[in-house]
């Protein structure tokens, strides 16, 4: 299954840039154990899931914020809680890279670690507290239960400057995509799988509003967006100057296919996503494929997945056979989680999420 991998890969160096076949992303899996605290933290997983479900029902909006945060964990440096640090003497923080802005969830972390931290002090990472907290998250909002091995370690560096680089932007196109996620070891198969984490949660308006109004500098919408979902957006999300934000260095505008994110404030203004949803849980990742046939993507990202026969073959098979969306997603998130973790010696447990254990 790694043959697209391969030939997406193209002209990346393949040594440098892609887990080989049976090295990294397999060897990660195994260094990993089910239920890895049994006997060191018998209750952790039970009082990570029980904590989940009552935050849940205060606020469902930290279930797609954490999964999200995984993604955002997973994908720089592997699953090992980089992107909770804040910005110490040593490093600058993740959550200050411009992909991370937008990031949630925190707080929530940081609650189930206290906790843990009262019942078995030093035990149990947060690299695993998220992997677990996302697993609930997904489930609670009506996605498959998947896999999470445990035993990962907390880095003690944050990864900045790579977040800015590898993190895709919500413009970027499809080969962007391909070749971002063929960097990590996912097939576009598993590309298109992990997209349908878009059926839940909220965008900002800025992530997408040059597609309403200004699209690659044509002065006009996106042809790849749906007309009756374009009006829609265009009340959510009206017309601002912040589509094309002056540079707070130079005054100047920056072009609109620029595809990066910009490091504006972010405009307060938000729309669902999982407008994809609202036929309720049983619909996770049905609706989004569904949407994405009738141009119904919110983000450039998304609709791009129409864009190549490659990935449009799988949007329309998720879109029609909900069984093997669940069953291709569920693998791939426990994919995600297993990317290049870090295990005893290396890495570290830390007592508060945001912070490393030696501080200077
Ligand atoms: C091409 C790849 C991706 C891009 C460009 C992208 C981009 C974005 C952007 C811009 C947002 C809106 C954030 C905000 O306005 O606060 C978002 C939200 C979200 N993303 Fe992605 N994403 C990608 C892949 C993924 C993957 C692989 C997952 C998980 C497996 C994921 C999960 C989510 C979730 C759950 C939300 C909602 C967050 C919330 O409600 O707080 N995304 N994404
Ligand atoms: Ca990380």
Not at 39 to 52: G, L, Q, V, Y
Request: aromatic share 8%; net charge positive; with cysteine.
């Amino acid at each position: 299954t790694f043959e697209p991998a391969i030939e997406l890969a193209g002209n990346l160096s393949l040594s440098e840039k892609r887990p080989m076949k049976n090295e990294s992303v397999k060897q990660d899996s195994e260094l990993l154990t089910e239920n890895f605290y049994r006997e060191s933290c018998p209750s952790a997983e039970r009082i990570i899931r029980s904590s989940i479900r009552v935050m849940y029902d205060a606020k469902p909006g930290i279930a797609p914020s954490l999964v999200r945060l995984l993604f955002h964990d997973c994908f720089i440096g592997g699953c090992d809680a980089s992107v909770l640090l804040d910005t110490d003497k040593a490093f600058a923080s993740e959550k200050e890279a411009p992909p991370n802005l937008s990031l949630k969830g925190f707080d929530v972390l940081e609650t189930i670690k206290s906790k843990l931290e009262n019942v078995c002090p030093g035990v149990v990472s947060c690299a695993d507290i998220l992997a677990l907290a996302a697993r609930e998250s997904v489930q609670l909002t009506g996605g498959p239960r998947f896999l999470v091995k445990t035993g990962r370690r907390d880095r003690t560096t944050a990864l900045k400057d790579a977040a800015g680089r590898e993190l895709p932007a919500p413009q970027a196109n499809l080969s962007v995509v391909l070749r971002s996620f063929a960097s990590k070891g996912f097939t576009a198969r598993e590309t298109v799988a992990l997209l349908g984490a878009h059926s839940i949660g909220i965008t900002h308006c800025e992530f997408f509003e040059d597609r309403l109004y200004n699209f690659s500098g044509t002065g006009k919408p996106d042809p790849e967006l749906n007309p009756v979902l374009l009006q829609e957006l265009k009340t959510k999300c009206p017309f601002s100057a912040s589509i094309s934000p002056p540079s707070a260095t130079t005054g100047s505008t920056p072009s609109l296919d620029d595809k990066t994110y910009t490091a504006v404030p972010l405009k307060s203004m938000v729309i669902d996503l999982s407008f994809n949803n609202e036929g309720g849980q049983a619909d996770f990742g049905i609706r989004y494929y569904r949407g994405l046939m009738q141009k119904k993507g919110v983000m450039f990202a998304d609709q791009q997945l129409m864009a190549k026969d490659e990935t449009a073959r799988w949007v329309r098979a998720y879109a029609h056979d909900s069984q093997r969306f669940r069953k291709d997603f569920a693998k791939a998130m426990t994919k995600l989680t297993n990317l290049q973790i870090l295990t005893a010696p290396l890495g570290e447990v830390r007592k508060q999420c945001s912070k490393v254990l030696n501080t200077f």
